[in-house]
């Protein structure tokens, strides 16, 4: 008889298989339509773009996060008795519409105080004279509210299974729509910073449809309204935990959006939409896999901890770090030296020259976000009081030391190179980040040590020499940011796969039981 730790696994696994493959698609096809995009907008569109974006996502972040994590400790789908699932249940629709109240005021404050500011900007003045700015952003400020509608859903459905298909199937339908609105504007010549902000209300008001048109027809009946429940609105094991996970979630999203921050700050809006193109290009696997590795692996960690299945929990553990550092070292060691291919493949000479270098350095920064992510993941679900404090202290920590080296590097270095600086710096914090959690992990799993997530020493050493060769390559075969010989990419490129396949050869030879417990894992 399957354990609730073995079966909590298993939903995983089945629901990582389904909603990867929707996500896979839903991505390539979001990819295709911005490259689209890119090619019809210039570099302080796409400033102005980030900068819109940033204030939403920050939004979002802080009045969802904390609050989404907290529920998950509620156990509504596999609670010991039917009472407690149902008392569960009605705190966690509590703590949407909490989610729901926050994003409100959010969002009033952010046009009411940051609209005078930005307009004040001689940058934001201009752009002003041909697009309405505060009908942008407004437009981009109601798609949070709309989004946020339908928090309280989302979270009962992420307590109710173990894996949230209905999520997944929103998150793709809302993508695809948002995907074609943009590029059909874009397309009949709407400005794309309008295109943009459109699609984002579109989006919301797929979220809206989907979650409560599953609560119309699904055999799960309960109240959508707030309401006290025996005397309390949450429950004290909740309320003892949120107000350290917001104190986490300003810190975590200092960490996650610190680059963007300090940019908007310290740079104009030009050099702000080479970083946007590069971003979006160097975290496309980010968005793809990671994202959804660290937000499954969250969610099957806390049901883990739990139902007592520490065992399971350092086999996940150990199993995502190791197959992460081999998806990271691919990223580090050929990426640097493909970057500029790719961008003139996609985005033509336009961007080469100003995005190569930092996308060069993007490629190494994500190779670490993604055994980042997971790490925190593990920390958040398995930490509890004085540990989660821990956690926010040494976040801000963390954040002080990034704001301190990007400044101190953006002042020395040459103004041309401040955008490089910044990111140098995120990818330096990760690093740090990375060792903080693992040490956690050794501490709470007896048996776990961070060695054994590694790959063998063979794989590491040819990847590295893969490096220094494709490195080489570049400087020969296409020196210049401008100009380029089919004939010569093509060499480059030819190299670079040929490398790659003994590299895979590697990895099946070395890592094999590594593969066939993913395997196992897989089809348990």
């Known amino acids: 008889m399957e354990s609730r730790g073995e079966k909590t696994l298993k939903a995983a696994s089945e629901g990582f298989k389904y909603f990867f493959l929707l996500n896979l698609f839903s991505k390539m096809l979001t990819f295709g339509a911005n490259t689209m995009v890119v090619r019809y907008t210039s570099p302080t569109e796409m400033g102005v773009k980030l900068n819109m974006e940033l204030a939403c996502n920050a939004i979002l972040f802080f009045s969802r996060e904390a609050l989404r994590t907290a529920a998950l400790r509620l156990e509504v789908g596999n609670s010991v008795t039917p009472e407690t699932g149902k008392d569960n249940l009605i705190y966690t629709i509590n703590a949407g519409w909490i989610s729901f109240l926050v994003t409100c005021v959010l969002v009033a404050g952010v046009y009411t105080i940051g609209l005078p500011f930005l307009l004040g900007k001689s940058e934001w003045a201009d752009i002003s ?3 309405s700015i505060p009908g942008v952003l407004g437009l ?22 173990a894996v949230n298909k209905i999520r997944v199937n929103m998150d793709v339908s809302g993508l695809v729509v948002k995907t074609l609105t943009t590029v059909g504007l874009v397309m009949f010549g709407y400005p794309s910073l309008l295109a943009i902000a459109l699609a984002q ?7 809206i449809v989907w979650y409560y048109g599953w609560y119309s027809f699904s055999k799960q009946k309960f109240s959508l309204f707030p309401k006290f429940h025996k005397n309390t609105f949450l429950p004290k094991s909740v309320r003892g935990v949120i107000n350290q996970l917001y104190l986490e979630s300003i810190m975590r999203l ?7 921050i300090l940019l908007s700050s310290v740079t104009a809006l030009a050099a702000q939409g080479v970083y946007e193109v590069v971003a979006n290009l160097g975290s496309i696997v980010v ?10 692996s969250l969610v099957v960690w806390t049901k883990l901890m739990n139902a007592d299945g520490l065992v399971q929990a350092e086999t996940l553990l150990k199993l995502l770090l190791r197959l992460l550092t081999i998806i990271g070292l691919v990223f580090a060691c050929w990426g640097p030296a493909y970057s500029q291919t790719l961008l003139f493949i996609l985005y033509g000479t336009r961007w080469v020259g100003e995005a190569s270098g930092l996308m060069s350095i993007y490629c190494v920064y994500v190779s670490l976000m993604g055994v980042n992510g997971v790490c925190e993941a593990f920390y958040r679900s398995a930490a509890t009081g004085s540990k989660l404090q821990l956690l926010w202290k040494m976040q801000a920590v963390f954040s002080g030391l990034f704001v301190v080296l990007a400044l101190s590097l953006a002042q020395t270095m040459p103004s041309s190179v401040g955008i490089h600086c910044v990111v140098a710096s995120s990818a330096v914090v990760m690093v740090l980040r990375i060792a903080f959690c693992l040490r956690f992990a050794s501490a709470t799993l007896p048996s776990f040590t961070p060695s054994a997530c590694l790959p063998s020493h063979s794989i590491t050493l040819f990847a590295l020499g893969s490096l220094v060769v494709t490195t080489v390559s570049q400087s020969i075969l296409l020196p210049s940011n401008t100009h380029f010989s089919l004939q010569n990419m093509g060499l480059h490129v030819g190299l670079g796969a040929g490398l790659g396949l003994v590299f895979i050869y590697l990895v099946y030879k070395k890592e094999r039981a590594v593969l066939m417990e993913v395997r196992r894992l897989l089809g348990k």
């Open 201 to 207: 209300c579109e989006y919301g008001i797929v979220a």
């Open 129 to 131: 004279e041909e697009l």
């Open 140 to 161: 981009h400020l109601l798609g949070c509210v709309l989004e946020s509608l339908a928090e309280p859903l989302y979270m009962a459905t992420q307590n109710i299974y």
């Open 254 to 260: 200092i960490l996650t959006e610190g680059e963007k």
């Open 287 to 296: 968005r793809i896999l990671f994202k959804f590795l660290e937000e499954t």
